[in-house]
């Protein structure tokens, strides 16, 4: 049976999951960074295979979770080929005619899946879903497939006249999360908090954020207060900012794009053009959640560590937290200290 959804690839008692990818090993956010640290195995083994040439469009990657409890299989279903290009409707196809024989193959029973090539990959649900229903369909009775439907959970806060209003800070917030992700319409809680924090280090300190040495590296509480005003006509969420975990996706709406910009080119000054620049520099070779994440850790540890050498600062994130000391190698944390070091000088 095809069931199509409306909850995530998480909530169903499955025994396999779908987990769409491209074929060059970069799962960097949304439900793609929720699977890569739910399942670490399965990143490890689907980042090797990359990087051997192995993982194919129109073939699938399967890996064995080897637990207890949970979906047994994670089925690696390549939608593009590099990150940054869209899917094409005929890797879906092709895909899922290896899916079908795949699940009689492996015995699956029961398997989630997301809308496959929808969203980040740029493709019509309209136009996917006929495809699933087609491919799938000779196997409806012996698996039941379900499928998440796009959009299900995006929470778009009703706007009042008051809130329309942008400041230099809302419009920097959104401004730097558009340029960052140029080629992507989702950002998620972390970056935004990430960006947050280099914006206010560089100088603009109408932010007035407290940070504090979170789980994810430098956390303030108080941006869900500003972001919450930038809801629903500037940013679009499954749930509402003020409930998200760090991996959930916020969606950019580019249709407000020029607004900004002319609010920009009215009230910035050449110090705040200037700060944007220099943060769009800092930041480049780090886009992705995981790559902020390391940036303003190591930031953090510099600063709080008395602008201390490489191997102090090293030495401080491995004490920071356990997920630090196993996700950040020394290497990792030497390109993030030099990058760090090029841009701010010690007291």
């Given at each position: 049976?095809?069931?199509?959804?409306?909850?995530?690839?998480?909530?169903?008692?499955?025994?396999?999951?779908?987990?769409?990818?491209?074929?060059?090993?970069?799962?960097?956010?949304?439900?793609?960074?929720?699977?890569?640290?739910?399942?670490?195995?399965?990143?490890?083994?689907?980042?090797?295979?990359?990087?051997?040439?192995?993982?194919?469009?129109?073939?699938?990657?399967?890996?064995?979770?080897?637990?207890?409890?949970?979906?047994?299989?994670?089925?690696?279903?390549?939608?593009?080929?590099?990150?940054?290009?869209?899917?094409?409707?005929?890797?879906?196809?092709?895909?899922?005619?290896?899916?079908?024989?795949?699940?009689?193959?492996?015995?699956?029973?029961?398997?989630?899946?997301?809308?496959?090539?929808?969203?980040?990959?740029?493709?019509?649900?309209?136009?996917?879903?006929?495809?699933?229903?087609?491919?799938?369909?000779?196997?409806?009775?012996?698996?039941?497939?379900?499928?998440?439907?796009?959009?299900?959970?995006?929470?778009?806060?009703?706007?009042?006249?008051?809130?329309?209003?942008?400041?230099?800070p809302r419009a920097l917030i959104y401004k730097m999360a558009?340029?960052?992700?140029?080629?992507?319409?989702?950002?998620?809680?972390?970056?935004?908090?990430?960006?947050?924090?280099?914006?206010?280090?560089?100088?603009?300190?109408?932010?007035?954020?407290?940070?504090?040495?979170?789980?994810?590296?430098?956390?303030?509480?108080?941006?869900?207060?500003?972001?919450?005003?930038?809801?629903?006509?500037?940013?679009?969420?499954?749930?509402?900012?003020?409930?998200?975990?760090?991996?959930?996706?916020?969606?950019?709406?580019?249709?407000?794009?020029?607004?900004?910009?002319?609010?920009?080119?009215?009230?910035?000054?050449?110090?705040?053009?200037?700060?944007?620049?220099?943060?769009?520099?800092?930041?480049?070779?780090?886009?992705?959640?995981?790559?902020?994440?390391?940036?303003?850790?190591?930031?953090?540890?510099?600063?709080?560590?008395?602008?201390?050498?490489?191997?102090?600062?090293?030495?401080?994130?491995?004490?920071?937290?356990?997920?630090?000391?196993?996700?950040?190698?020394?290497d990792q944390v030497s390109v993030a200290y030099n990058r760090?070091?090029?841009?701010?000088?010690?007291?």
């Open positions: 049976m095809i069931k199509f959804v409306h909850r995530d690839i998480f909530s169903s008692e499955v025994e396999a999951i779908v987990n769409t990818v491209n074929t060059v090993g970069v799962m960097g956010k949304g439900v793609a960074l929720q699977m890569k640290e739910r399942f670490p195995l399965n990143y490890k083994l689907y980042s090797k295979a990359c990087k051997n040439d192995e993982v194919k469009l129109g073939s699938l990657f399967i890996t064995s979770t080897g637990q207890a409890i949970g979906p047994k299989y994670i089925i690696n279903f390549p939608t593009k080929g590099h990150w940054r290009e869209s899917s094409k409707l005929n890797y879906i196809s092709k895909g899922l005619d290896e899916l079908r024989l795949k699940l009689i193959e492996y015995g699956i029973k029961s398997v989630a899946m997301p809308p496959l090539g929808c969203g980040n990959g740029g493709l019509n649900w309209d136009e996917v879903k006929p495809v699933i229903l087609e491919k799938l369909g000779p196997i409806e009775n012996q698996v039941e497939v379900f499928v998440t439907i796009p959009g299900t959970y995006s929470y778009s806060r009703k706007s009042t006249k008051s809130e329309l209003l942008l400041t230099k558009t340029s960052y992700s140029v080629l992507d319409f989702d950002i998620t809680h972390l970056e935004i908090q990430k960006l947050a924090y280099f914006i206010q280090e560089f100088g603009q300190k109408e932010l007035k954020l407290r940070f504090t040495k979170g789980m994810y590296g430098p956390y303030s509480s108080d941006l869900k207060h500003l972001v919450a005003y930038l809801e629903g006509d500037y940013f679009i969420g499954q749930i509402r900012f003020h409930d998200m975990a760090p991996t959930d996706i916020l969606t950019i709406q580019r249709s407000v794009s020029s607004k900004v910009d002319e609010f920009i080119k009215e009230t910035f000054s050449p110090d705040d053009l200037n700060l944007q620049q220099k943060l769009t520099d800092f930041i480049t070779g780090f886009e992705s959640p995981i790559g902020l994440e390391l940036l303003s850790s190591v930031h953090w540890a510099y600063v709080n560590s008395g602008y201390g050498g490489l191997q102090e600062v090293h030495g401080y994130i491995e004490n920071w937290n356990e997920r630090k000391a196993k996700l950040f190698s020394f760090v070091t090029d841009y701010f000088s010690r007291a």
